[in-house]
């Protein structure tokens, strides 16, 4: 099996910035991504990453002060999140996926993805 594991979770204000790390036990699924999901919503993919090729990807939402990076030295897969505000407030997933390019496939569902991690709160209020 495969073990994610989310950290750098915090509590701050609007404006701030966050640095968010998914450490993987090892490298190998094809495809990688962030979720976030606040209370009473939908879980919501908001960066991606696939090994086979072509920039990352991110929700129209966020795209402009997200970014993803993956750290292959450290088993890292990196999120920063710029300007946060306070609809970000949210638990933030790492997830993972080994067969994820078959049609059909959208990385911005959940049930693409097989592995997660325990996730870690985000939390911007005044």
């Known amino acids: 099996e495969i073990y994610l594991h989310e950290s750098g979770g915090a509590s701050v204000q609007p404006g701030e910035s966050l640095t968010l790390s998914c450490k993987f036990s090892?490298?190998?699924?094809?495809?990688m991504a962030w979720f976030r999901q606040a209370p009473g919503q939908e879980r919501q993919g908001i960066a991606g990453f696939y090994t086979g090729g072509g920039p990352p990807y991110y929700a129209d939402s966020l795209k402009g002060r997200i970014t993803i990076a993956r750290h292959t030295s450290n088993l890292t897969l990196a999120l920063r999140i710029d300007n946060l505000q306070v609809e970000d407030t949210a638990i933030y997933y790492c997830?993972?996926?080994?067969?994820?390019?078959?049609?059909?496939?959208?990385?911005?569902?959940?049930?693409?993805?097989?592995?997660w991690g325990q996730g870690t709160q985000v939390t911007v209020n005044q």
């Open positions: 997830a993972a996926e080994y067969l994820c390019a078959t049609i059909g496939r959208r990385w911005t569902d959940p049930q693409t993805y097989t592995y």
């Open positions: 090892r490298w190998g699924p094809n495809c």
